[in-house]
Structure formats: C-alpha cells, structure tokens
C-alpha cells in the first residue's frame, strides 16, 4: 500500500528536476545560420546540403543563431532529482 504523502513529496522533488533536464539546452543569440542537425555554420553556403552531416537543408533544417549548448551542471542536477526519488520508489515498493 503507497504512502500517497510520499509520493507527492517525491513528485514535488522530482518536478523541478524534470524542469531543470528540460531547460539544460540552451539555444545561444546571434544570427548567423546553422544547421540543426550538427550546428555547422552554413554562413555564406549556397548549396542545399550541409558540407559536415550531409542533411539536405530546407528551411525548416536552418537553425538561426548559435548552436545551442548544453548547461551540464543543469543536466546533473536534473538528473540527480529525478533519478534518485525514481531509484527511491523502485527500492522501496518493488523490491520487498
Ligand atoms: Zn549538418
């Protein structure tokens, strides 16, 4: 039988980890285009396919700005607060 206040008490836990692994990509500024399949810089290329992955480039394959970058750190603790409350819940009611 779960304890429902634990549980929410591992969802309030677990929320902002899930936010936190949702947000670790950040798109960068700028306006330069890129490829969104492997961020190569298609500044000034005419052709309609990326020199570096190959992908054929229609609009919606041209990311403008940076490539986005990931926050590790964000990713961590994201993952840290939803992992452990998950590992918690696994140990604690299926494994007794
Ligand atoms: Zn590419």
């Known amino acids: 039988m779960p304890d429902y206040a634990q549980l929410l008490l591992l969802l ?8 936190l692994l949702f947000t670790a990509r950040k798109r960068g500024e700028g306006d330069d285009p890129h490829c969104l399949m492997c961020g190569y810089n298609l500044t000034g290329l005419s052709s309609e396919r990326c020199p570096e992955c190959g992908e054929t480039l229609d609009a919606d394959m041209i990311l403008k700005g940076s490539p986005s970058e990931m926050r590790w750190n964000r990713f961590w603790i994201g993952a840290l607060l939803v992992l452990v409350p998950a590992a918690w819940v696994v ?6």
């Open 12 to 19: 309030f836990i677990m929320s902002p980890g899930g936010w």
């Open 91 to 96: 140990l604690h009611y299926f494994l007794n």
